[in-house]
């Protein structure tokens, strides 16, 4: 298969992701978080596609993004007054919501679960594409299964090249790191995912519940091991702590500070002034830099475990856990 990438810009790569969609082909699409991997909800075979391009187990459900609000009564149930608060609030946007599906989506997509994951995108150009194909699209991250997610078309390209026929290429993302998935059970919030709606935000809307602890899979996909660059991921408290066998080829990759220079073969610093948001945005996308250079070993330090840095450290754990 020929992988075809197109400006996002161009009228053309409108009618030519709409094109593929309304084919049943999987196509590769910007969100504010990171790229999807799209197709059509509605066609099982299309669906199937993307667990091959993926090389996904078809035990992991997907997350369904929405055209508009309307299309939610035909997917989902929605129950209760905060449910409802959450929406309003937080869609379109980096929130996806667990809720009882509704007979029409096939199995395939869900896994054989009773719920569904279900968003609303606000990145201009998927909200467009979704919009002019006017019905939901199943949309995993677009890496291959247990990679680290795509934050730019580059790496997209890297992941599913041969795989996919068209990635839109609507620039780097603008959060860095995959949607916040919560739960309502009880009127109480239980987040199965950190990410850019914390819980600092959710907490006015609800009680947020204990997480369980992570034997039991609710979110099927929160296998430790998600998110693996190729090399060995050490993850410390203090990369200045830390010291480097001689003879390897040692990464580091910091939140604020520079790494001690002449240790380390190659660093990346998150982000020199500290900011977490800009530290989420360039988390994958220097993992992959890192990853690229081939070291034996890449050392992460968490960053501030406080707003999204919760959710940062989340996924460095993940990755360190493979
Ligand atoms: O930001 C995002 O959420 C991106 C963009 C493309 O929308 N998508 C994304 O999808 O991260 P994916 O498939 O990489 O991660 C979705 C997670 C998986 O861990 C999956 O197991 C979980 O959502 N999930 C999907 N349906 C679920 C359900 N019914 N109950 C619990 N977890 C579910
Ligand atoms: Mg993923």
């Given at each position: 298969m ?5 400006a ?8 030519r ?19 999807g ?35 939610l ?40 679960l ?5 968003r ?5 150009v998927?909200a ?29 390209r ?16 603008e959060h860095?790191i ?11 919030i ?50 200045d ?10 990464a ?10 002449g ?59 493979s």
């Open positions: 020929q992988t075809e990438t197109v996002a810009g161009s009228a053309y790569a409108l009618s992701a709409v094109e593929l969609l309304r084919a049943g082909e999987i196509v590769a699409l910007p969100t504010e978080t990171v790229y991997l799209a197709a059509d909800a509605f066609n099982p075979s299309a669906v199937a596609k993307i667990f091959e391009a993926k090389e996904r187990p078809h035990f992991n459900p997907l997350i369904v993004h929405l055209p508009d609000r309307d299309a009564e035909e997917i989902a149930d929605v129950e209760g007054d905060l449910v409802t608060r959450l929406i309003e609030r937080f869609w379109p946007g980096p929130l996806t919501i667990v809720l009882p599906k509704r007979g029409r989506i096939p199995p395939i997509v869900t896994a054989g009773e719920t569904v994951a279900v609303m995108s606000r990145n201009p998927f467009r594409i979704i919009g002019a194909f006017g019905r939901a699209l199943a949309a995993p991250s677009a890496n291959r299964f247990g990679h680290i997610s795509s934050t730019s078309a580059t790496h997209v890297d992941e599913l090249q041969g795989r996919t026929s068209l990635i839109v290429d609507g620039g780097a993302t860095g995959e949607s916040t998935i919560l739960q309502v059970m009880r009127e109480q239980r987040i199965l995912r950190r990410g850019p709606v914390t819980s600092e935000m959710l907490a006015e809307f609800g009680p947020i519940a204990e997480t369980v602890s992570s034997g039991r899979i609710i979110a099927p996909g929160q296998l430790p091991s998600h998110y693996a660059p190729r090399a060995k991921l050490f993850v410390v408290t203090n990369l702590s830390f010291s480097v066998s001689t003879g390897k080829k040692t580091a990759l910091s939140f604020r500070s520079r790494p001690r220079s240790t380390f073969s190659i660093t990346r610093q998150l982000s020199k002034r500290g900011d977490l948001r800009e530290a989420a945005v360039n988390l994958f996308g220097m993992l992959r830099e890192l990853d690229a250079c081939h070291p034996d070993l890449i050392v992460a330090e968490l960053v501030p475990e406080e707003g999204l840095g919760l959710a940062i450290n989340e996924r460095l754990l993940r990755a360190a856990a």
